[in-house]
Nanobody, 114 residues
């Protein structure tokens, strides 16, 4: 299983970014996919999840601002992030727990600063 995250960058507060995570080596149709983030000095936290049925779950801190979805054609997990805040600054990771193993992408940096 390989997860390749991309799309991070630097934006001002109120800006938007879209993260992508290309998945290979797994049955994308059945895997629950997750986005985590880790800010400096803090523990890694779950940001968003999407099941194979399309059910989504979000951390309270991002509800109403972040949306996760799948691009089935390209086997890609997406995270649309709007109205970004300085507290969203972190390294973002895509993740899946698949057939008994935990898999992580390499992480992509998101920096929100004025």
């Amino acid at each position: 299983v390989q997860l390749q995250a991309s799309g991070g960058g630097s934006v001002r507060p109120g800006g938007s970014l879209r993260l992508s995570c290309a998945a290979s080596g797994l049955n994308f149709k059945i895997a629950t996919m997750n986005w985590y983030r880790q800010a400096p000095g803090k523990e890694r936290e779950l940001v968003a999840s999407i099941t194979s049925a399309g059910d989504t779950n979000y951390a309270d801190s991002v509800k109403g601002r972040f949306t996760t979805s799948r691009d089935w054609k390209y086997r890609t997990l997406l995270l649309q992030m709007n109205n970004l805040e300085p507290d969203d600054t972190a390294i973002y990771y895509c993740n899946t727990f698949y057939r008994g193993d935990n898999f992580w992408g390499q992480g992509t940096q998101v920096t929100v600063s004025s």
